[in-house]
């Protein structure tokens, strides 16, 4: 289940803001990925809440594909992921991206938002009641 004005009015906006900051019509960057990355990682989230042992599970609520995962299941080239990531979290559709480190390995874990309210003109709403509105550089 997602919520379908994510699709109605947030990625339309994205794309109409990130095109009329560019401003070009030749050789832009594909902003239209941004979506079947968020539903990417949307489909990812652990959902367990405890684990076997009664602890709580760290990556509760978290989706932790790796980079070269994310670049080859969706063809997009790894170096595009860390923008594509920087405007969701700017956005407000990913609520923190951390980098963990386990022993020696490191992880991203990407906390995605369900977006459960969204105003008429295409803005996440914060838990706060406020249009989380992207800093315009974001696009850049």
């Avoid at 960057?29 to 042992?53: E, M, P």
């Avoid at 609520?95 to 977006?115: A, E, H, P």
Wanted: net charge negative.
């Amino acid at each position: 289940m997602y919520n379908l004005d994510l699709l109605r009015k947030v990625f339309p906006r994205i794309i109409d803001d990130y095109n009329s900051s560019v401003g070009r019509t030749q050789r832009k960057f594909q902003i239209r990925d941004v979506i079947a990355l968020y539903f990417y990682l949307l489909s990812y989230v652990d959902g367990t809440h405890t684990l076997k042992n009664g602890d709580e599970n760290d990556r509760f609520g978290a989706s932790f594909p790796g980079r070269q995962k994310i670049a080859s299941e969706l063809g997009i080239a790894e170096s595009r992921i860390k923008k594509l990531v920087d405007i969701l979290l700017a956005n407000g559709l990913l609520l923190d991206v951390r980098d963990v480190w386990i022993g020696t390995n490191r992880y991203k874990w990407y906390f995605v938002s369900f977006c459960p309210r969204i105003s008429d003109d295409g803005y996440i709403v914060s838990e706060e009641g406020e249009e989380i509105v992207p800093d315009p550089s974001v696009y850049e």
